[in-house]
């Protein structure tokens, strides 16, 4: 069974009906229509909140338990090559959207680091171009419509991929259809990728899980205005600023935080 294109079809149908209640008015609607809040920058909330408690308790139960056993059995060398891997593979998809937002520095920048890591790298696995000081420059198809113009719209939140706007969920689409990984021609292999890749990402923000657990008394509240400011962030980054890694791995393991 092809699990991924399922869920592909899933969503976009469920990106169509919220588009669809933005455009019938839904967003300005008075408080206490069902499923909408008076809050403008966040309408959907009932909904939101519903979908929010569903991916939690997904991680709870499924999604952060094999993230935290992957990361105790799997050497912090071989998790960072995963990272690294799929880390390369995105900046092809980078490559695309710097270049849909007529950006040479970036565009070339991007190209040579996919080259180098490509060539030199064993596919992505080291990040020569890191080592090289070529600057990351992650883009995708939602920074891209964000650049030409496109405002984001309401906040929404997706089941399994968690905070977007109506702008950024249509970005998530053509950005699933423009992945490498998501356009492997054999299933086994484009499923098990994507479960590799969930799970490697989700290890690298354990630690990051645990903050948000111990610092915010509305863990919705605070994971909506994060994103919010991320993505604003974003669209007004600097093109020479230097893209931290926040999804590689710990290098000390030994400082890293007990398993939960």
């Given at each position: 069974m092809n699990l991924l294109t399922d869920y592909k079809k899933r969503l976009s149908g469920a990106i169509t009906v919220l588009v669809l209640l933005a455009l019938q008015g839904c967003a300005t609607a008075p408080a206490g229509v069902a499923?909408?809040?008076?809050?403008?920058?966040?309408?959907?909330?009932?909904?939101?909140?519903?979908?929010?408690?569903?991916?939690?308790?997904?991680?709870?139960?499924?999604?952060r338990p094999?993230?935290?056993?992957?990361?105790?059995?799997?050497?912090?060398?071989?998790?960072?090559?995963v990272t690294n891997f799929f880390s390369n593979i995105t900046d092809v998809w980078s490559l695309v959207n710097n270049a849909l937002q007529l950006k040479?520095?970036?565009?070339?920048?991007?190209?040579?680091?996919?080259t180098v890591n490509t060539l030199w790298g064993l596919g992505g696995i080291?990040?020569?171009?890191?080592?090289?000081?070529?600057?990351?420059?992650?883009?995708?198809?939602?920074?891209?419509?964000?650049?030409?113009?496109?405002?984001?719209?309401?906040?929404?939140?997706?089941?399994?991929f968690g905070p977007s706007t109506v702008r950024d969920s249509f970005g998530t689409l053509v950005d699933l259809n423009g992945n490498l990984v998501s356009n492997a021609s054999n299933v086994p292999t484009r499923n098990s990728l994507t479960s590799l890749r969930l799970v490697d990402t989700r290890a690298n923000f354990l630690g990051a899980g645990d903050v948000l657990e111990q610092a915010a008394l509305d863990k919705y509240t605070f994971s909506r205005e994060i994103y919010l400011q991320r993505r604003r962030s974003m669209m007004g980054r600097d093109a020479v600023e230097k893209e931290e890694r926040f999804d590689l791995p710990e290098t000390d393991p030994a400082n890293a935080a007990p398993a939960p």
């Open positions: 499923g909408v809040t008076g809050d403008p920058i966040d309408p959907f909330e009932n909904f939101n909140r519903t979908v929010f408690t569903f991916n939690e308790n997904l991680d709870r139960g499924v999604i094999v993230a935290t056993v992957y990361r105790d059995v799997t050497p912090t060398l071989v998790r960072r090559g040479p520095v970036e565009t070339t920048d991007t190209l040579f680091r996919v080291f990040d020569v171009a890191g080592d090289m000081n070529i600057p990351k420059h992650s883009e995708d198809f939602g920074q891209t419509l964000g650049y030409w113009g496109v405002s984001s719209g309401p906040y929404v939140v997706l089941p399994l």
